[in-house]
């Protein structure tokens, strides 16, 4: 599962994409959008990868 979760953000780029263009607004104007997608997809990939490595047995 943690292997495929470099496609999060990917998808949800494209999904925010396709919303903007979709209701006429500029890359620009959605930018704010962009960031909060790669932030948060990184902070719960961190997360993730932190529970795996602290529920690894000895």
């Known amino acids: 599962m943690i292997g ?3 496609l999060l ?3 949800l780029s494209l ?3 396709l919303f903007l263009t979709m ?3 500029s890359l620009k ?3 704010k959008g962009f960031y909060w997608i790669f932030g948060l997809c990184l902070g719960l990939i961190g997360f993730f ?3 795996i490595e602290l529920t ?3």
């Open 4 to 6: 495929r979760m470099f």
């Open 9 to 11: 953000p990917i998808i």
């Open 15 to 17: 999904l925010w994409y």
């Open 23 to 25: 209701n006429g607004y």
């Open 29 to 31: 104007q959605g930018q």
């Open 49 to 51: 990868a932190l529970m």
């Open 56 to 58: 690894q047995p000895g």
